[in-house]
């Protein structure tokens, strides 16, 4: 499961609907629109452009914490935060099939997001990166294998300084999948880094021993 949360602002100019809709050519699992700073009429606007690009797809668009902008414009969920409404309150004002994320800072957080109903959960920083320093050291993969290990049907995605290589180690970790910003932002083509983590992840199943296939044959 692949998520890319957008940033236009770090995209240094270049437009995000084409790198939205690049994402969705290449059957991307899910966009997070996280556009913090906008006012409610241009981020409505951009949530009404990025489902229209989604619409008959196989992505799905959720919004970073505004649940009407949500409703609103048809998208498929929301993205709670720490300081977004509660997840019950969220639950009692959405249709059945709306999905609701949560974003973790511990394994516990995981295993009560799961308890609550959510649909899915981003767990992080499992490593380090400038832009997750606020909600402290990173986690490691040591937390994310017991986060995911303690969970029986929602997905956990690894969130903070991943890339192609540590996309690997955090599903070997039992990770059901990454969310990020910049791997999805900071390439020339998301079409071909999609395919580049779908080759990896899919050459990374793990064997018996706890090495993934590539690791097993490099080690011979």
């Known amino acids: 499961m692949l998520c890319y949360i957008t940033d236009r602002r770090g995209l ?3 437009r995000l609907l084409p790198r939205i809709q ?3 050519d290449s059957r991307i699992d899910l966009i997070q629109v996280r556009e913090k700073d906008l006012e409610t009429r241009p981020l409505l606007e951009r949530v009404q452009a990025t489902v229209a690009l989604a619409c008959g797809s ?17 998208a498929h969920g929301v993205h709670l935060g720490g300081q977004s409404m509660s997840f019950e309150a969220v639950r009692r004002a959405v249709p059945p099939n709306f999905w609701i994320g949560v974003s973790c800072h511990s394994a516990e957080e995981v295993w009560v997001a799961e308890q609550a109903g959510a649909d899915y959960a981003f767990l992080g920083p499992i490593f380090d ?7 402290g050291p990173p986690l490691g993969l040591g937390v994310l ?4 290990r303690g969970v029986s049907r929602m997905p956990v995605l690894a969130l903070g300084g991943i890339t192609i290589a540590r996309a690997v180690e955090c599903m070997a970790a039992g990770a059901a999948g990454i969310a990020g910003i910049s791997i999805f932002q900071q390439c020339d083509s998301v079409s071909e880094r999609v395919k580049a983590l ?3 992840l899919t050459a990374g199943t793990l064997r018996p021993n ?6 097993s044959e490099d080690s011979r």
């Open 198 to 200: 779908r080759r990896e």
């Open 129 to 135: 990166t400038e832009s997750k320093r606020i909600y």
């Open 58 to 74: 196989e992505s799905r668009v959720v919004i970073n914490d505004r649940l009407d902008v949500a409703l609103a414009t048809g």
């Open 145 to 148: 294998e017991r986060a995911a």
């Open 210 to 215: 706890g090495l993934s296939e590539r690791q």
């Open 12 to 14: 240094g100019g270049a």
């Open 22 to 24: 690049a994402g969705i």
